[in-house]
């Protein structure tokens, strides 16, 4: 399984997600985790963990599990819930896992965790697989 993680940090983890500080930590069938340590640039103006950071790894570690089915993902919509405030937390994990994946859509529930590892968002999102455009 390690080698299969390097595969897809070398693959997934490049540009903004890259820019973001993203970082993958495991993978398996469907499931995927990630972290980010938080710089300041990932604060809002009240200091807390900004939501649009808290989106990006959850939406990047989604789309990594429904590649663990042998997709090529590309979301298509999801909802958030920010349940508590990421106040004064130096990292914040991802995990992701796959509902639901069928030949054009996969559904995924991501758990945003704070330091403590306390769930603090959620996230459900549909993901198309762009590995069935053409196919009829």
Known sequence: ?????????????????????????????????GRVVIKPQHLNPSGAVHGGIIFCLGDVIGGIACRMTDSLPVTVSSTISYMRPMLGDKMIYAEARVLKSGKTTMFAEISILNEQKEEAVKLQAVYYNMKSKGKK
């Open 1 to 33: 399984m390690t080698e299969l993680l390097e595969t897809i940090r070398k693959e997934a983890m490049k540009g903004y997600t890259e820019y973001s500080g993203i970082e993958l930590t495991e993978v398996g069938e469907g499931y995927a985790a």
